[in-house]
């Protein structure tokens, strides 16, 4: 069994392209010439030189000594907070701007939730001087000001989402709703790894470069090219898909995800999709989905933004049916805690995101030989008017 | 299906297809919309079934789904609601809506409940051509169902001749690239419409997306079979209170 995409784009029963005709041509423009262009290598050549001398690529593998020793394995953490803007997202965003260019198109959309995909697009479109234009939920523009004036100072315009629940689900229908109207002139992209097919996939290899220097890192630390386990959080599920991709078909490595469990499974106050999902479409992809009987998309909650996300990718889904990947739930509460002892253990203040991923270290039966590896995807400075409230 | 057939037959021009939001501007109105929307001429109608996240639409409908779903509309209940539609309408009524609601209703029991209330025809436009060949044409065909397909300025003509290959009731052309609504008259397309209207098609075709009143319709019915009108219906039906004489009003504005 392969955890892979197929040729028709679908991991197992998920994936696929949903989408009206109105979206067609651009779907499939992209679909046709993804791989190609991906492949082709004076696209690498450039992918690889921005990443190495824009971003800051190679992110460390930095062994956690004081991490290690409380929970008695040998855990490693994937520096992607040290990336320029702060986050694993700059990568998807890289190849995504460089095929842009190369599709001939003038004008970029995306959507985002925190910020974070919104900062990372603002920032490669400045770089490559082309218009963006980032959907943004009304709610999440209130609660994450300091990203939005990011992107504005990045020279991008910020659009207020009106529709539904006004966060990230709706930005996402918006930007949608913007290529439906602008469907030649104009990419849309995606930050996660969702949406219709190829983007689960592009943004999965785009993000790859995680595990591809995570294998010859641990080869120097480690003499082996694996770990025994990779821990990482799930809200839609790139960083993850990064952080997987080369170990998908490797079954000596666990793959473990980090859904956000919100104020408990059962609260009604969670966007822990596997737990509370049905297969289901949205935004042009079947996955798992939290909905209701009649099959209205229900509003998922969690105290990181970056998580609160009513789907998951369909990667992840699949990972989830087939019992290859291990799903664990992490509560609000329990997210903090990680936080805090992150910051306080290791001198590393990890996004409220990622530290869903540490918090699942409790939960594990460790043997002190074993390998793990964390992937720290972002920053915590964006989340401090949050964090304030429990210093 | 044989009821739009026979629609097409009697009508070689002016067709006039109105799509309605299902439980608005009230939960209960669906029946008493269709009713008058008969009684005032109204060839053909497109039933809508509400969801949370209509990509595909402008403000207008994006609004209607959201009272609808707040009124408590449901899959379930418009079946319920339409139990006996054939004994208060005869005009072919379609019904149109994203796949997720139907997928979790199950598109059998789906076919099902259409053909046992007199549904003619299915619009689903996140239901990929890949998946219907493959997995529901059967099903839908031997429900009596028409599928029908949307055509865009961006489509090309050879993704035309087989969406018309694969039609059994009418190609839906979309008036422009754009969400429902959204812009203003649809005099910017005459070249996508003739270059439809040039190729030799075996489907009826009628246009949709941005016609608003007399004008458009008339530009519609000069490529076409006839027009399609949603948002601007809807906005006439926006705090009525007085279905008949919205309905009516609206009606004569367009013809």
Redesign the interface.
């Known amino acids: 069994m392969s955890y892979n995409v197929d040729k ?1 784009g679908y991991y197992g029963q998920f994936g ?7 979206l ?2 651009n779907v499939e423009e992209l679909r046709k010439s993804y791989l190609e262009i991906s492949e082709d290598s004076e696209f690498k050549k450039e992918f690889d030189y921005l990443l190495k001398h824009y971003v800051g690529r190679p992110s460390p593998l930095y062994f956690a000594k004081r991490l290690s020793e409380k929970y008695g394995a040998k855990i490693y953490l994937k520096r992607e907070d040290l990336n320029h803007t702060g986050a694993h997202k700059i990568n998807n965003t890289i190849g995504q701007i460089l095929l842009a260019q190369r599709l001939g198109k003038k004008r970029i959309i995306a959507e985002t939730g925190a910020g974070q995909h919104g900062v990372a697009t603002a920032t490669v479109c400045a770089l490559m001087g082309m218009e963006c234009i980032v959907y943004m939920g009304a709610v999440d523009i209130e609660r994450q000001q300091p990203n939005v004036k990011r992107m504005q100072m990045l020279g991008a315009k910020v659009v207020a989402a009106e ?2 629940s006004k966060t990230l ?2 930005a996402t ?1 918006e930007a ?2 913007d290529w ?5 002139d104009t990419h849309y992209i995606i930050g996660s790894v969702v949406g219709p097919h190829p983007y689960p996939d592009m943004v999965a290899r785009f993000q790859s470069v995680i595990s591809e220097e995570i294998k010859w890192q641990l080869m120097e630390h480690e003499g082996r090219d694996y770990p025994d386990k990779v821990i990482a959080c799930v809200g839609g599920g790139s960083n993850a898909a990064g952080a997987f991709y080369h170990f998908l078909d490797n079954e000596n490595v666990e793959l473990i995800a980090a859904e956000p469990a919100g104020l408990g499974i059962n609260s009604g106050k969670t966007a822990a999709t596997t737990k509370k999902g ?7 992809a079947k996955t798992l ?1 939290m ?1 209701t ?5 229900v509003e998922p909650y969690s105290i990181s933004a970056g998580l609160d996300y009513p789907g998951i990718g369909p990667m992840h889904a699949h990972l989830f049916d087939s019992g290859r990947g291990n799903f664990e739930y992490v509560t609000d509460e329990d997210a903090l805690k990680a936080c805090f002892e992150v910051s306080k253990l290791e001198g590393i203040i990890p996004a409220l995101e990622t530290a869903h991923a540490f918090a699942v270290l409790k939960n594990l039966e460790l043997k002190k030989e074993d390998v793990v590896v964390i992937n720290l995807s972002g920053r915590g400075d964006k989340d401090l008017g949050t964090l304030m409230k429990y210093i | 299906m044989e009821r739009i057939k026979k629609a097409f037959e009697e009508k070689s021009e002016g067709i006039l297809s109105i799509f309605i939001t299902a439980g608005y501007p009230n939960l209960n109105d669906t029946i008493e919309v269709l009713k008058e929307l008969e009684a005032n001429g109204v060839d053909m109608i497109e039933l809508g079934i509400p ?9 207008i409908i ?1 609004k209607a789904s ?1 009272v609808a ?1 707040d009124n408590g509309m ?3 209940l418009l079946f319920e609601q339409l139990k006996d539609l054939r004994q208060h309408v005869s005009i072919p009524v379609l019904l149109m809506g ?8 199950g598109y059998e029991e789906f076919c099902q409940s259409c053909q046992e209330v007199g549904i003619d025809g299915i619009i689903l ?4 051509l ?2 219907y060949e493959e997995e529901y044409k059967e099903l839908f065909e031997s429900h009596g169902l028409a599928n029908v ?4 300025p ?3 003509s050879e ?1 035309i001749q087989k969406l018309d290959g694969l039609s059994n009731g009418f190609l839906y052309l ?1 008036s422009s ?3 429902t609504g ?1 812009k203003d008259g649809i005099d910017g397309t005459a070249e996508y419409f003739q270059r439809v209207q040039n190729m030799t098609l075996k489907s009826p075709t009628l246009i949709g997306f941005n016609i608003k009143d007399s004008k458009s319709y008339q530009v519609a019915c000069k490529y076409s079979k006839g027009a399609i009108i949603g948002s601007a219906f809807i906005k006439a039906l926006n705090g009525s209170e007085n279905i008949k004489e919205s309905v009516n009003n609206f009606i004569k504005i367009i013809r």
């Open positions: 028709k696929g392209a949903y989408i009206p005709e109105m067609y041509p529709s539904g689900k709706d229908n949608i709703r439906i109207n602008n469907p030649t049905k297969p289901g479409v949205l935004h042009a989905l909905q009987e009649d099959g209205q998309v | 969801f949370s996240d209509p990509m595909a639409d402008g403000p994006q959201e779903i449901t899959l379930k994203y796949l997720n609601p139907v997928m979790q209703y436009p996140d239901l990929p890949y998946e397909f949307l055509v865009t961006e489509t090309s993704r979309v690239s754009s969400t959204k």
